[in-house]
């Protein structure tokens, strides 16, 4: 009998259990009961948010995946109260090299678009709060994406409504040698932005508030092909909300930044198979 082929679903078990080998070790301490591993809890917690749902779902719906199963070493699943746990003790620092693993997966050209988007901080009934006549909070979450691959360099998350220029210099700075061209809108027009791009070796294509005819002849001699690929960033902000959901589910702001990172890693996996 022919053997199945291996489903996306499967490849992305693979791939993110090998990304999780690579960037903790097996076990967090070495007083751990050695239940299970930090890396079957990693694929779990990715698991969860490609299929955009809780804890108690997801292992749910494991009970008739034995090859996923298989695929992680699972003998036995963990309660959702422990998924929770770990969720907590995982900083964001492992999700941020995670993050950078699964970039490697994808062929980056280094033209890099940089654009925010709102994310909700609840995920009550749009016909609920109207009536309610309630405002949900929002988080701003900004994104460096690869326009060539869609592949999600970095993250920057706020619950303030901090400005665009006050977000990007911390961005250039963390992926020095990966950006080679930043395209931005007119939200970074900041002459403090295009120098410190400059030192970093990084060319500046961001639009200018046109106050002037000045500001419209430099606009105008923007390379329009170049420039034009900006709006991968929007494919990428839409394809996020519509595959991961458009708001987040944990209620601790601190678990929201992690949450939104595990949502980049996941795209950028399934970017990659």
Not at 138 to 145: D, F
Request: glycine share 4%; charged share 25%; proline share 3%.
């Amino acid at each position: 009998m022919q053997a199945l082929p291996k489903s996306r679903l499967f490849r992305f078990v693979e791939q993110a259990m090998h990304m999780a080998r690579r960037a903790v070790a097996r076990y967090s301490s070495k007083f751990s009961k050695r239940r299970y591993t930090l890396h079957q809890h990693i694929v779990l917690l990715c698991l969860k948010v490609r299929k955009n749902t809780t804890y108690r779902t997801l292992l749910d719906e494991l009970i008739e995946m034995p090859r996923i199963r298989r695929a992680i070493g699972l003998k036995e699943l963990p309660s959702p109260s422990t998924l929770c746990k770990v969720f907590n003790r995982l900083d964001m620092t492992v999700w941020r090299v995670l993050l950078n693993l699964s970039v490697t997966l994808l062929p980056t050209n280094g033209v890099v678009g940089i654009d925010a988007s709102g994310f909700d901080r609840s995920h009550a009934s749009k016909h609920y709060t109207k009536r309610a006549e309630l405002t949900i909070q929002q988080l701003k979450v900004t994104l460096l994406v690869d326009t060539r691959a869609n592949a999600i360099l970095d993250l920057h998350v706020t619950t303030t409504r901090k400005h665009d220029t006050k977000i990007a210099p911390s961005l250039i700075k963390r992926n020095v040698g990966e950006v080679a061209v930043l395209l931005g809108d007119k939200g970074y027009d900041d002459q403090k932005i295009r120098a410190l791009a400059r030192e970093t070796g990084v060319r500046p294509l961001i639009k200018h508030r046109e106050f002037s005819s000045l500001h419209k002849a430099w606009n105008a001699r923007l390379n329009a092909d170049l420039y034009g690929q900006r709006s991968q960033n929007e494919t990428v902000n839409s394809r996020i909300k519509r595959k991961y959901g458009a708001f987040v589910r944990s209620r601790h702001w601190w678990k929201q930044f992690r949450e939104l990172a595990v949502g980049c890693l996941t795209h950028n996996i399934n970017k990659a198979l």
